[in-house]
């Protein structure tokens, strides 16, 4: 498994670049993404354990329990997943208090994407060895990938309590800690895992990450082109640094990274979107809508995609395509409150506001602090008064204008018509 860097936002969701809340599609959360099951730092995590075949094996252990955990991990080796679950169950069995067991079958639940079930058996291992700083990270990285930021940022406090020289516990509190919000921490954290492990293009990604959202955009470029430096043959880093500079502006420069990543793996979902993202970025609306539509063929589930090409098509006019795409977008990840915001507007557009209301009112529930989403909602719900007001009795109290209709004209004074040249589009 090739060491990568994490790319954004899930999304929002484990180890990618904070979701920004007026939701634009380049910052969108790895869940959207829907491109692994697990944090890359998880899965780098596996890759560097200290421990596996080898150290139980040579373990004093010596009962049939203990030999059915040493073959689990042969089994995990040979990447038999199932294989090394039954194996390592089968040893719980007859043994609850052996940790061996507990890590092999918690890490052939991260490898298979089974994050709650890892957690419930790293807890297992970290109740019969507390003293184990590896579990500890592993336990972080997992509750990264289940979005329980706190519990990540404890596990992997607790692991560098125990260990300051696990550079992956560093990176995985890092990753934590920009989720949380708290960017300078999480840069001195990925800091001191770069000085540990300076070949780690994944640290410097991590980074990057943080100080793109500090507000560095030349030291985040520089790290995300370390990490291109240090692992040029994988789209992940190619991608990640299309991130960076679709982030400060420069859509021509993520048109070419997105591209390197293209080229490096066509399959690859994040490179298409992140080219999309550029491409509407530049104005580039039907090529926009093209890479989305390559995505889509790789992945009809990819929730970014069709979010993309729902905005590509809002911007070219095509409003009741763009429905579709923001519809299906939905479907497959309704946690993204921007998507819920670009199919309320397009259909605010279309003089649907009652539909229109309901979508901005949907985006607050999964983002209370939307200040774009309560705007819009005010201006839908006020538009569905004036609509009605036409339909209701009207009663003439001396005036020019019925006493309804000058009342709904003091409440909407000022209401402005939305205009598709001077609005911000979801993806700015």
């Known amino acids: 498994m090739a060491e990568t860097t994490p790319s954004r936002g899930p999304h929002g969701k484990q180890g990618s670049p904070v979701s920004s809340r007026s939701g634009s599609p380049s910052r969108v959360s790895s869940k959207m993404k829907r491109h692994a099951s697990a944090p890359q730092a998880l899965e780098t995590t596996l890759m560097k354990s200290p421990s596996g075949v080898g150290s139980v094996i040579g373990s004093p252990l010596s009962d049939a329990a203990a030999s059915l955990a040493s073959t689990g991990w042969l089994r995990l080796k040979q990447n038999d ?38 957690i419930r058996d790293l ?18 990285a997992a509750k990264l990938g289940v979005g329980d930021m706190q519990g990540a940022l404890a596990d992997s406090s607790q692991s560098v309590a125990l260990n300051s020289y696990k550079a992956d516990a560093w990176s995985t509190r890092s990753l934590a800690r920009i989720q949380l919000h708290d960017f300078k921490a999480a840069e001195a954290d990925s800091t001191r895992a770069i000085d540990l492990d300076p070949r780690s293009a994944m640290y410097w990604g991590v980074r990057a990450n943080a100080r793109i959202n500090m507000g560095d955009t030349l030291g985040a470029l520089a790290d995300g082109s370390q990490a291109v430096k240090l692992a040029s043959g994988s789209s992940a880093v190619w991608n990640h640094r299309a991130d960076m500079r679709l982030r400060s502006g420069d859509h021509l420069g993520a048109m070419r990274d997105a591209t390197q990543a293209i080229r490096k793996n066509p399959r690859d979902l994040e490179g298409w979107c992140w080219r999309a993202s550029a491409k509407i970025s530049g104005g580039d609306f039907p090529g926009a809508v093209e890479d989305c539509s390559s995505a889509i063929k790789v992945d009809k589930a990819c929730a970014w995609a069709w ?42 557009q279309k003089g649907l506001y009652s539909e229109a209301a309901e979508d901005f009112a949907a985006a607050l529930e999964g983002d ?27 009663i003439q109290l001396g005036g020019s204008m019925p006493v309804t209709l000058q009342a709904l004209s003091k409440s909407s004074k000022g209401l402005e018509r939305f205009d598709t040249k001077s609005s911000q589009s979801p993806s700015k």
């Open 368 to 394: 209370p602090e939307s200040e774009e989403a309560m705007h819009w909602l005010q201006k839908a719900q006020s538009q569905v008064l004036v609509k009605k007001a036409w339909t209701l009795p009207l």
């Open 123 to 140: 807890s297992g291992a970290l109740k019969v060895d507390p003293g184990s700083s590896r579990d500890w990270q592993l336990r972080a």
């Open 81 to 118: 997943l199932s294989g090394s679950m039954f194996l390592s169950t089968e040893a719980l069995k007859q043994d609850s208090t052996l940790s061996p067991a507990w890590r092999c079958r918690a890490q052939a639940n991260l490898l298979s994407g089974n994050l709650e079930a890892a």
């Open 307 to 348: 979010a993309i090409r729902g905005d590509a098509r809002h911007r070219l006019g095509d409003w009741s395509g763009a429905i579709a795409d923001f519809s299906e977008s939905l479907c497959h990840d309704a946690s993204q409150a921007w998507v819920w915001i670009a199919r309320g507007r397009t259909r605010f």
